[in-house]
């Protein structure tokens, strides 16, 4: 885990006088700053732009490139360097240390918030939630690959979802005031950070937590197939993994979960078709290009389940991380002209 002493912070630009009110953290692995500067385009396309300020965390070795026409609607950008990045958590607990906003975004650089996404986010706050998440819509719609894993991974949080208070929400691109996480130390912010488990933590020790289906933030996917098989097979270990941790199963009782499968499937089966429901989905989901996707994806996810009951994490905590950076690599080579040539609500709204 990487400490303030370690980053050297860079400011960009011309910083405005006051005080922002949002502040957006966005990472790069490496020097593929193209990425950030997509999303920083979109978050300058806010009404209040001149009131977010952006913290671009990279390698120590990435050279400061990011356009001006990127850095100027911003009330600043602020380039962190750290030694390494190998998982988003690398990058917020040290970003955080140079946040000046009392409320913090955890984005992503293949996640692309919608016009009057900020607005809605910070009315969220105003009203006294300590976390808000925002609603998740298909940014690269045109492969069956990509609806699959935003219903397993989103499916509570979909594009159509109602507003409401939530006991849990995204693990990425959720806003937080920026004092809830003194609830947590550094290091277990970084260990659930890894795990996307931040939300239910921070939940356990009072934090009230908000969906505002207001925010809207378009989301791509990997679809690429085979990449796409190993990620649900690792999604589910991560799942059947953790549930053996937390509980502390014994062996027989593990081996008695693996046999339970035909269960298992049935389980997860409905939770996809409770979240399609409630975000009133069916329109996509019973095509059946989408629809035979969707349960070849969940049957992946019960296998790996299994081996997470067997086996345990393994390396998959590690591999996984590594999944939330390079989305244009996987995603297959039509959803990456589309990306190129389009932006994600354009692609969205021409699918429907």
Not at 301 to 328: C, K, N, Q, S
């Amino acid at each position: 885990m990487t400490t303030a002493a370690e980053s050297t912070m860079t400011s960009l630009g011309v910083a405005r006088d006051g005080k922002p009110l949002l502040t957006v953290i966005l990472a790069t692995p490496d020097h593929e700053i193209g990425a950030l500067v997509s999303v920083m385009r979109c978050i300058g396309g806010q009404s209040i732009a001149q009131q977010i300020e952006v913290i671009a965390v990279a390698p120590a070795t990435m050279q400061a490139d990011i356009p001006a026409d990127a850095i100027e609607p911003l009330f600043g950008v602020k380039l962190l360097r750290v030694p390494c990045i190998s998982n988003l958590a690398d990058a917020v607990v040290p970003a955080l240390e140079f946040a000046t906003a009392e409320v913090v975004v955890m984005a992503e650089d293949h996640a692309y918030p919608a016009p009057g996404w900020a607005e809605a986010l910070l009315a969220a706050h105003a009203q006294g939630w300590d976390v808000v998440g925002p609603v998740i819509a298909n940014a690269n719609p045109r492969s069956g690959m990509s609806w699959t894993h935003l219903v397993m991974d989103y499916g509570r949080w979909m594009l159509g979802s109602p507003s409401g208070q939530r006991v849990d929400l995204p693990g990425h691109n959720s806003t937080y005031k920026r004092e809830v996480f003194q609830l947590l130390n550094r290091q277990e912010l970084y260990d659930r950070l890894v795990l996307c488990e931040q939300n239910t933590a921070l939940r356990s020790l009072g934090a009230r937590l908000y969906l505002q289906s207001e925010a809207v933030v378009w989301h791509q996917h990997p679809s690429r197939f085979l990449g796409s098989c190993g990620l649900r097979i690792r999604a589910g270990r991560m799942f059947g993994a953790r549930r053996v941790e937390e509980n502390h199963w014994n062996l027989p009782r593990r081996v008695v979960y693996v046999f339970l499968w035909p269960i298992l499937l049935v389980m997860r089966l409905k939770y996809v078709l409770q979240s399609i429901s409630q975000a009133g989905q069916w329109k996509q989901y019973l095509r059946p290009r989408i629809f035979t996707s969707l349960m070849f994806g969940v049957w992946l996810g019960v296998v790996g389940e299994a081996v997470g009951y067997l086996r345990g994490f393994g390396t998959t905590i590690d591999t996984f991380a590594g999944d939330e950076f390079h989305r244009l690599r996987q995603m297959s080579d039509r959803d990456v002209t589309d990306a190129k040539a389009k932006s994600p609500r354009e692609m969205h709204i021409q699918t429907l």
